[in-house]
Structures are given as C-alpha cells and as structure tokens.
C-alpha cells in the first residue's frame, strides 16, 4: 500500500467520516458493513456502563441497535496529539497484510473520548475495519486535573501548611476508602486525587513497599521497564531494564509522597464494615495504629491484591518430619537451604525463581514437583514481544491506549495462529526440559502463556535460567503424583514413591482476593460481587475497574498496566456515582437540562 503520510491521512479521513456519519445517523447495518469479517469493536463505558467487545458485524449490530437509541456521538476528528498519527499498521496475525492504524477524538453531551481504528483492505481492496476501540476519557465538567502552578495563596502559604489543610480534609470526609497499598492501589489512589475524588489508603504494614520488601530477596520483575512504569511516574532513563525488588521497594514510597497521598500504614479496618444503601454511604471502623476511627466513605475500592492468602495444602503427618514447611511467601533466600535436600511444590514462576536460587545458594539437592502442565517460555522471546506492545522509547500512556484497543478475544485468535513460531523459537530449551520429564503446555487454546496471565494468573514461568539446571539435572523433576504424607525424614508420594528432604517449600499459589475478603466483608456481602479476574464469555476480565455487583464495593487489582491504565475507568465510574449519572442509559446519553446544568458546574 502507499505509505506516504498524506495518503495514510486520506485513507484515515474517509473512513472516519463514513464511520461518523452512520452513527449520526444511527445506521447500524451501514455501521456494521465497515468492518471486516474478522473484526472487532471494543466499548470502554461510552454507550454503557460498562465494558463490551464484540465480535464480526453480526454482532456489532446487534449491540449498536441496542445502545445508539437516545445517544448523540460525535463529530469524529483525527487525534493528531494522540502520539499515534495515521500510519502503517501490521497485521499481527503473521498474515502479511498492511493496513493503517490512527488515533481519533470525539463527543458526546456528558463524555469527551478517544479511540483507535485499525484498517485492513478486504479482498477488493476496500479499507474496514480489523479493530475499532472508543473509550470513555473525561467527563464534561469534571476533567482530570493537571498540574499545579506550586505557587500558593499569592506565594505566602507553604506546601507543608497547604498539604497538611488537605490531607485533613481528605481524613474528615473521604469519599473513597482504598485497602491496599501496593502498587494497584497507590496507582488508584494517585487517579483518584487527579479526578478531585477524596481519597484514603489503607495498608497493614508498617511502610509502604512492606508487600514487596518482605518477598525473597532476589525477587526481580520479570517484565521490562516500559511495561511496570508507574501512573504520571515513567522511571529514569538510566533505570534497570528488569527492577529489583528493592529498588521497586524505593521507588514506591516516592511515589507515595510524590503524589501527596493520603496513606494510613499499619492500619487495618475491622471484620463487619455496613453499608447503608439510603444513604450510600459505609460505616468501617478502622484500627489506625492501635486507635479505632470511624469512617463513613462512599466506595470502598479492593486493592489488596488479586492474590489473596497462601494457599498451603494440608499434608497428612506434617508435624512428624522434622524438617521445614514454609510458603513461598515466607522463602527470603537460599541461603538457610544451604547443604540441604529441598523439595519445591509447583512450577510456575515463583518455583523456578526459588529452584534457581536454591541451586546458586548450594542446596544440596533440589526437586521440583510438577503438579500440572507448564508453559515455559524464554526471556529473550518474551523481550522480543515485550518490545512490541511496550517499545522502550514509546511514552507509557501511548503503549497502554494501544494496548486497550486489542480484545483479548482477539488476541486470543491471534496468539492460537501465531504460536507456532513462538514455540520453534524456544524448541531446544523445551526439547530438553521434555527429556527430563518435565510436562510442558501451550496454553489455553495453544495461545501460549498471555492469556494465562488473565485467566488463571499462574501456570507458566519465564525462564531466566532454571531450565538449563533442570536440562543438566541440578534441579530434578517429579511430576504425575502429589504428597501422600510425610515421615520424620521424608515425604512419600501417592505412588508410592519416598523422598528424602530436609525441606519442603510450597510455591502453590494464593487464594483469591474474594476469598480473602470473605473474612472483613462476610459472605453475604462478598457472594453478591462478580468473580474477579479471568475473562468472560467476550473476551474481558472480570470484576476489576468495573462494578462488582455490590453497591459502593469495588475491585481495583492486577498487574502494573492495570493500575495504571484501568484506573481511569474505575474513576470515571465513580465519578459517574458521585455526580448521579447513572441515571443516563450511558455517558452518550442525552440528559435532561437539569442534568446538564449539573454535570457542568
């Protein structure tokens, strides 16, 4: 195809105009036509209150014939600030095919919005759309806030009196109560201060960073830089490319204070929180440090992570060995281990990171049990595809719109096309895991190890070294069996099968964070919210920056993009709430002009 800029920019125009037009004039069927076969139409709480893909025109035009009556959008305009001007765009199917990738704007009377269209030519050549992606960025009225001049009360108050008068403020009468302050919940709360939402967060620990500092002690993010920047926080250009543990640690207190946080450390709330649905409002009681303080917020946001408590299996006979259980939760280094017999249950990351450290420590003998199906993959492949979707010298909020316009049901297709070449990169590492017994998987669907992150959060690790131990047999595999019981020396398997350890580490997962908020919430409350996490029937996660199905009660959970990305959606529904637009059918309804005049102060 041309690639000449002006040409791409044409292209762009015309289709955007034609797209424009039919949704004016609410033709669905015209709508559906410009689209491909195989394409998709994702909705971020535009024309609901929620979040929608769909797929091939059949089914765009059913859900547009449902959601345009009683809305106005538009016009549509290029984003030429976007970052992501008209340009050439490859199929990421290995199918070959070229199109054109833009970024546009557009209004509706409560919402201000972006998307972004990707174009395929067809068979003959006509350009339709591969995805469409609109979100919802702004309310009118309301928009996120910038930032400041610095300069206070004709430069005669300091920042010390004017953040103290604000912080007593937020503490008086917060609006939001956030539990958790990791990295999701620090991120939320710093959205939440940008769009004018009074804000707590609480956390149990003593600091902030406490639920990374007390993991093990070579703990290093397995994901790059360009992907674990924090929200208004990009690190700097001399950061490691792969963050350890401790310099994430760091990295988060200063974010804490950077962005003027609200944050009450070593503080818990009390099992039992009420919420009073005639007033919208909570009543939680909250042990700060010893003294019990009542709150009374609006929403109550879940940010103590999507894993909740360890989970330990119950073992017959454990208090006879005389050895050392731990969870891997509990493991801070090798260095105890050393000279002795350890058995690792489990092998997904956290395992190949404590059997690769057990072996440098001088463990004696390591044995990893495989209780299910793995899939592996390389650091060089996964910095390859980690090079794709967050490019190094590519802004952050540039990576992450781009990321939100892809499906995952999509990319679900995708990646079950693709794995093929994905897999043959990485044979010989998985030819020789396979010679010493290791059970390997392609994922769910052969998609390979991305959607695993969303379905299950676990089944796969990224090898950073453990599969060249287990190759040359420093790190021995046992699969196919569990633990039967243990013996004063030893465990025996449910084959029948005797292991003398001096260790027993199980690296067997967590909880979710449902079934660790059954404990405050009860579950009465926690029964009536959405299961969290993994994908629904359209290819979305569940129960995350959207509503739970429990009034006032959110979850706000993930990795480092979710925090980051997602929280923006989680503000404007509770924006939404707290100005009492939930009345509209959506944010592209028409409101009354009572209404308007409301949104609009």
């Known amino acids: 195809m041309d690639g000449a800029p002006s040409q791409l920019r044409q292209t762009a125009l015309d289709w955007l105009s034609r797209f424009s037009g039919y949704l004016a004039a609410k033709d669905v069927g015209s709508i559906a036509s410009l689209f491909l076969p195989e394409g998709w139409f994702r909705d971020s709480l535009v024309f609901t209150w929620d979040f929608r893909a769909l797929e091939g025109p059949s089914k765009i035009a059913s859900y547009l ?6 809305t106005q959008v538009g016009p ?8 992501i001007p008209p340009s050439k765009f490859r199929a990421p199917d290995y199918s070959g095919r070229e199109g054109i990738e833009f970024a546009f704007t557009f209004e509706a009377p409560v919402l201000k919005g972006r998307g972004i269209a990707r174009l395929i030519p067809d068979d003959v050549g006509t350009f339709k759309a591969f995805t469409v992606y609109l979100e919802a960025v702004d309310i009118k009225g309301h928009e996120e806030l910038g930032h400041e001049l610095g300069l206070f009360e004709g430069h005669t108050k300091s920042w010390g009196e004017v953040k103290a008068q604000r912080h007593a403020a937020v503490e008086q009468d917060p609006q939001v109560l956030i539990i958790g302050g990791g990295q999701s919940g620090l991120q939320v709360a710093a959205r939440f201060r940008q769009m004018d939402l009074r804000t707590i967060v609480i ?72 919420y009073d649905r005639s007033t919208g409002r909570w009543t939680v009681v909250v042990d700060r440090n010893g003294t019990e303080v009542v709150l009374h917020p609006n929403h109550i946001v879940l940010s103590a992570g999507l894993l909740g408590e360890p989970i330990i299996p119950k073992v017959p006979s454990a208090e006879v060995f ?52 793995t899939v592996v993959v390389s650091a060089a492949l996964k910095g390859q595809e980690w090079e794709v979707v967050f490019p190094e010298h590519t802004p952050s909020e540039v990576n992450d719109f781009r990321l939100a316009a892809m499906p995952l049901g999509q990319l679900r297709r995708i990646l079950i096309k693709n794995n093929k070449k994905s897999t043959e990169f990485d044979r010989e590492m998985h030819e020789g895991l396979q010679r010493k017994g290791f059970k390997l998987s392609d994922g769910p669907d052969g998609a390979g190890n991305k959607l695993l992150v969303f379905e299950r959060a676990g089944g796969y690790w990224i090898d950073v070294g453990v599969a060249e131990m287990i190759i ?75 509503r739970s199905g429990y009034p006032g009660l959110w979850y706000g959970v993930g990795d480092f993009y979710c925090g980051r990305y997602m929280s923006k959606q989680l503000a404007i529904l509770i924006k939404s ?18 209404l308007m005049e409301k949104v609009t102060v």
């Open 65 to 70: 014939r449902e959601v345009l009556p009683g």
């Open 76 to 83: 549509f305009v290029l984003d030429d600030k976007s970052g």
């Open 203 to 274: 956390e149990k620990t003593a600091r902030v960073g406490d639920n990374w500092r007390n993991r093990y002690p070579m703990l290093t993010l397995h994901t790059p830089r360009s992907h674990h920047h924090l929200l208004y926080a990009p690190f700097p250009r001399n950061w490691p490319t792969f963050t350890p543990r401790d310099k994430l640690v760091a990295w988060l207190e200063q974010y804490a204070e950077s962005q003027d946080l609200v944050i009450w450390t070593s503080s818990t709330i009390k099992p039992g929180p009420t």
């Open 322 to 373: 005389k050895g050392t259980i731990i969870h891997a939760s509990a493991y801070q280094g090798g260095h105890p281990f050393t000279d002795q017999r350890v058995l690792v249950v489990g092998a997904g990351n956290t395992s190949a990171d404590v059997c690769q450290d057990l072996v440098v420590r001088g463990a004696k003998e390591v044995t990893m049990l495989q209780r299910s199906e």
């Open 472 to 546: 040359d047999g420093r790190v021995k595999i046992r699969n196919g069996i569990e633990i039967d019981h243990f013996t004063s020396n030893g465990i025996v398997f449910t084959d029948g099968s005797e292991l003398e350890v001096d260790a027993v580490i199980f690296a067997t997962g967590y909880y979710n964070i449902r079934h660790s908020m059954k404990k405050l919430f009860g579950d009465e409350v926690i029964s009536k919210t959405k299961e969290v996490w993994g994908l629904n029937e359209e290819g979305e996660l569940r129960g995350c920056y959207c």
């Open 577 to 594: 709430e707290e100005l009492e637009l939930t009345a509209l059918k959506s944010l592209a309804s028409i409101p009354s002009n009572e």
